[in-house]
Structures are given as C-alpha cells and as structure tokens.
C-alpha cells in the first residue's frame, strides 16, 4: 500500500521551455501533496505543500510563477516548470500524504530534470 | 524553527555489525518520528515510525525513542552492504503530514 508514482522519470528539454511533472498517488487519496527538489549530494530541499483544491504554499526563495503546482484531484498533483533553464536542473522529487495508516509521506521515485 | 539534528558521517560499519545512528530534534511537543532509507540516485523510503517511549523492532532493525532526552535512534543489526544509504530522520511538523527533516547520515557498510 501507499503507492506514488511520477512521471517521467527522465526529461530533457532545451532552455526556455516547460516541463510537467505528474505525481499520482494509486491506492490512496492524498489529501496533501509535498514537492522536493534535491541536487547531488545534498538534502532534500521542500519547495511547496498542496492540498488538494487549494493553491500550493511555496517555501521561502521558491518562485511560485517558475514552478506552478496544481492538485486538481485526490490523486494527482502536477508541477510544471516554466521557462527552465539550466540551473533548474535537479532532482524532483514528489510525496503525498493522506488516508494511509501511518500519517506521514510516502514518496514517488523522482524525477530527474536536465535543461540543456 | 523547529530542527532535526543528525551527524552527517559517513558512518562506516563492517558487514555484520550493529549500525547505529542517531537524530535529535528541538521541539519537545512533537509526537512523531520516522527514519527514511535514501539509496543514491533513488527517493526516500520509510523504514521506520515511532511514536511511543521506548523500542521498537521490525526485522533486523530497531527504532528507540526517547522523548525526555529529545533523541531517536535507528540500530541495523547484522549490517549488510545493501544497507549502504543515507538514513534520513524525520519528525512531525504543525501541518497535516509535514515532515521536519534532519540532513541525513550516510552509511557504509564495509564487506
């Protein structure tokens, strides 16, 4: 139990354009779902929490109309970066939380970003 | 601001020994406590949860909770290479499943 999947896994795009993420939680409702981005050999750094149906609450120095979290539903969540450039690439990394028996997060496998 | 605190190693172990690792957190009102296994390259995964004083066993690995002191631990006996990761400890925050996180230890389980 407590599945999260990610998609994709891998993503290469050009400077300048968008990319989604999807976060889906398969055999849970996720009433509340966590964005991580971490870089190599670093800890994982929170950049936003949403519930779902309501807008996301980024971390502080995260600029929210760079990275726009929807969680539209119980089960998806999705970030899209705009405008990525080389910087942004990294790690991302989703986890959801809700209707589980253990109350915390469980996480999906990443996905990995590189912005050429 | 509430803080988990944890060496950040490496902590080196040979195969077959009892790793153990420690976490210490600020907030003395927090009431839960989970240990992530990172493996490289990989998301978090949780091994653990405790939530109660005292130990708690699942297999070949043991949380101890200890609430007067602040501390939690994660023992791994008869430590293999595959336990190789950075262990991650995690404490409740204000917000329904926020997680305070502490940096990680990492661990080398030496053949």
């Known amino acids: 139990g407590a599945v999260v999947s990610q998609h994709p896994s891998w993503v290469i795009c050009k400077s300048g354009t968008s990319v989604k993420i999807e976060c889906r939680s398969l055999?849970?409702?996720?009433?509340?779902m966590f964005w991580y981005r971490q870089f190599p050999k670093q800890s994982l750094m929170l950049m936003a929490t949403?519930?779902?149906?309501?807008?996301?609450?980024?971390e502080q120095g995260v600029e929210k109309d760079k990275f726009l979290i929807n969680h539209a539903s119980l089960t998806l969540s999705t970030l899209t970066v705009t405008s990525a450039h080389p910087e942004d690439s990294s790690f991302y990394i989703c986890?959801?939380?809700?209707?589980?028996?253990?109350?915390?997060?469980?996480f999906g496998p990443g996905t990995r970003l590189l912005v050429l | 601001q509430k803080e988990v605190e944890q060496n950040s190693g490496p902590l080196s172990v040979p195969e077959g020994a009892i790793a153990s690792l420690n976490c210490t957190y600020s907030?003395?009102?927090?009431?839960?406590f989970f240990w992530y296994r990172q493996y490289s390259g990989k998301s978090p995964e949780l091994i653990m949860f405790?939530?109660s004083n005292g130990d708690k066993e699942d297999g070949r690995f043991t949380a101890q909770l200890n609430k007067a002191s602040q501390y939690v631990s994660l023992l791994i006996r008869d430590s293999q290479p595959s336990d190789s990761a950075t262990y991650l400890c995690?404490?409740?925050?204000?917000?329904?499943?926020?997680?305070?996180w502490g940096a990680g230890t990492k661990l080398i389980i030496k053949p």
């Open positions: 949403s519930n779902e149906g309501s807008k996301a609450t980024y």
């Open positions: 995690a404490v409740n925050g204000d917000s329904n499943y926020q997680l305070i």
């Open positions: 907030d003395r009102g927090s009431q839960s």
């Open positions: 055999d849970f409702q996720a009433t509340t």
């Open positions: 986890s959801a939380g809700g209707g589980t028996v253990q109350e915390t997060q469980y």
């Open positions: 405790i939530y």
